[in-house]
């Protein structure tokens, strides 16, 4: 691999690629099938196969070890290695929040203001290291674990606050999922207003997309008794991740989503964000 000579000036700093996919329309769908699959594939793990919370936790955690040491090994971004990473960490955000909540008893509004402030601290933690919050930018090994553990907090945030509204709040799954839909297309439109900058808008966004999908999840795989469409757990999580899988397919074939450039690990200025 040729890597550029401005990668010199950073030493002792392992150097690679980017590794994360152009956000495309294709980023977006699969992030929200993945946020669904960890809602549906949590509560299937957790009551279809008798796992319970802590065995649940303790299982996909292992798992999710595993595929981050693989992506930590790659040097360039790897669509499966990439998105099975993404659908493990929704599934074991997911279970974080059920565990505080569930296990725990923490009210719901707890852990979303504590997560919010965890995620909080983490870019707070990342810019300070190295002055620059774009995903444009993960060419090093550390800033690739700021990356994951930011994606982490957005889920668990995510979940938290999904919960809350839909179930805390008791307005139900439908009605969640409308309201984060509409908070998405304002941060959409306030940055092609320019109102807000492409990092923070896509932070923003993604954060949102998780209690949207979750909502969606929640509303086709719960009983029609309790506000959903009745679809079930296996239903759901099976056709999200075949969907899932045939668009990584896709994308592996055909690279529309693949990085178009590396920049420079010591870049300070966020690049845009396509």
Avoid at 86 to 114: H, Y
């Amino acid at each position: 691999m040729k890597i550029d000579n401005t990668y010199a000036s950073v030493p002792q700093v392992r150097q690679m690629l980017n590794k994360v996919p152009e956000v495309t329309i294709y980023f977006w769908i699969i992030k929200i099938l993945a946020t669904t699959v960890g809602e549906t594939a949590a509560d299937f793990l957790n009551v279809n196969l008798n796992l319970g919370l802590t065995g649940t936790t303790v299982a996909m955690v292992v798992l999710l070890a595993a595929v981050l040491v693989l992506q930590f090994r790659t040097d360039r971004y790897v669509p499966w290695v990439y998105w099975l990473a993404v659908v493990l960490i929704s599934i074991v955000g997911t279970l974080i929040t059920d565990n505080l909540v569930d296990n725990l008893g923490v009210p719901l509004k707890v852990t979303t203001v504590v997560f919010a402030v965890v995620l909080a601290a983490t870019f707070a933690a990342w810019y300070r290291s190295e002055r620059t919050l774009s995903i444009h930018t993960i060419v090093t090994s550390r800033r690739e674990a700021f990356y994951w553990s930011a994606i982490l907090f957005t889920f668990a945030l995510g979940t938290a606050a999904g919960d809350l509204l839909a179930e805390g709040l008791d307005l139900g799954y439908w009605k969640s999922a409308l309201i984060f839909a509409g908070l998405i297309a304002l941060v959409a439109a306030a940055y092609s207003r320019s109102w807000l900058n492409a990092v923070l808008a896509f932070w923003i966004a993604y954060v949102l997309t998780r209690p949207l999908g979750a909502s969606l999840g929640d509303y086709l795989s719960q009983a029609r008794d309790d506000g959903g469409l009745g679809l079930g757990t296996v239903v759901t999580s099976a056709l999200f991740l075949a969907t899932i899988l045939g668009l990584i397919v896709y994308l592996s074939v055909t690279k529309r989503d693949a990085p178009q450039r590396a920049v420079p690990s010591h870049e300070t200025s966020p690049a845009p964000l396509r």
